[in-house]
């Protein structure tokens, strides 16, 4: 894959990330003022959601220090781990769902997706 088209791919990754902290920002302030009950209920799925944004800040770092056949492998484990986050956020709003809280839980718009 060539330079540009490589940090084209990084740009979005790291435009993806800042969308779902956003998010998961969005759903912290919304139990914040939910019912202390829910906040308790809820407040392990909301870590499991920032650790997955972690894990995806530092494949970025990997994206963009890794070159060759080695950025392909990264890029595939990326694509993996974002498979996880969205799969994690539907857990979370399901539960969330079934709470009967409504928390905005739509997951961002991935139109510009990294892939």
């Known amino acids: 894959m060539d330079e540009q088209k490589r940090k084209a791919y990084q740009d979005r990754l ?3 990330i800042q969308e779902w902290e956003a998010k998961i920002d969005q ?3 919304r139990l914040r003022r939910s019912e202390a009950d829910l906040r308790v209920k809820m407040a392990d799925e909301e870590s499991d959601l920032r650790k997955r944004i972690d894990e995806a800040k530092r ?3 990997e994206l963009q220090d890794a070159s060759g056949e080695g950025w392909e492998e990264v890029r595939a484990g990326a694509e993996k ?3 996880d986050v969205r799969a994690a956020w ?7 769902r079934k709470e009967g809280a ?3 839980m ?7 997706s990294a892939r």
């Open 14 to 16: 790291s435009a993806r």
């Open 27 to 29: 759903l912290a302030a």
């Open 59 to 61: 494949r970025l770092r």
């Open 81 to 83: 781990m974002w498979e």
């Open 90 to 96: 539907e857990r979370t709003s399901k539960k969330a």
């Open 102 to 104: 409504d928390l905005g």
């Open 106 to 112: 739509d997951p961002p718009d991935e139109e510009g």
